[in-house]
């Protein structure tokens, strides 16, 4: 299975895209996690995305092809993957497809804006391996330290309301366009949020038909 998931910042893709990872025993890329990790650690990649970032800007195509290009040549991607936030724009697509990067779905987690403002203010991230959580729908076991590894819980700086305004800004303009990229090669499946992550899970398996 190769899966491509779409949807809003904060619309659950990362959430989702962990519980069907252990499912299909595929691993997930995060292009936002990878950023957020090269960022930590200065690296070259991470000092050219942080002001992007960081205002809820996107980065560069070709850093973000670079980034794919790479990770996706790692051996336990042959079995399949779940892009989650990648590809971002149309060009990013485009170009993805050309290097015979292969694609079986994208599913798109629609859900309003209005859902995405009030769920990103309670939204927490491990500092250590990026797990998130939220304060009232998924808390963690012990209030501020991941379940996962016993990191210390966050907000990430694009979390921040003004950032969130901007990053759904962004998503509409760039991001939302893919569906119908997708749509037009028969591969778009979509699915209403869900009130719990659980019930969104459902959803997502019976359009994927597991
Ligand atoms: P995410 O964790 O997917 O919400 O990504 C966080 C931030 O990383 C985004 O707001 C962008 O600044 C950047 N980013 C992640 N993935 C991409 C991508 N495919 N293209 C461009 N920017 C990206």
Do not use: W
């Amino acid at each position: 299975m190769r899966l491509v998931l779409l949807g809003a910042p904060g619309a659950g893709k990362g959430t989702q895209a962990e519980i069907l990872s252990r499912e299909l025993n595929i691993p997930t890329i995060s292009t936002g996690n990878i950023l957020r990790a090269a960022m930590k650690a200065g690296t070259e990649v991470g000092l050219k995305a942080k002001s992007y970032v960081e205002s809820g800007k996107l980065v560069p195509d070709e850093v973000i092809i670079g980034i794919i290009r790479e990770r996706l040549a790692e051996p336990d991607c042959v079995n399949g993957y779940i892009l989650d936030g990648v590809p971002r724009t149309i060009p990013q697509a485009q170009t993805m497809e050309d290097m015979g990067i292969g694609v079986d779905c994208a599913l798109s987690i629609e859900i309003s804006d209005e859902e995405i403002i009030h769920r990103m203010s309670g939204r927490r991230t491990c500092k250590e391996c990026s797990q998130t959580f939220h304060i009232e729908n998924n808390p963690p076991k012990v209030e501020g330290i991941c379940d996962a590894c016993g990191g210390e819980l966050t907000i990430r700086a694009d979390d921040a309301p003004e950032t969130v305004r901007a990053r759904l800004e962004t998503y509409h303009r760039e991001t939302e366009p893919l569906k119908d990229f997708y749509a037009q090669r028969g591969k778009l499946r979509s699915v209403d949020n869900q009130p719990t992550i659980s019930d969104t899970t459902a959803a997502i398996r019976k359009t994927l038909g597991l």
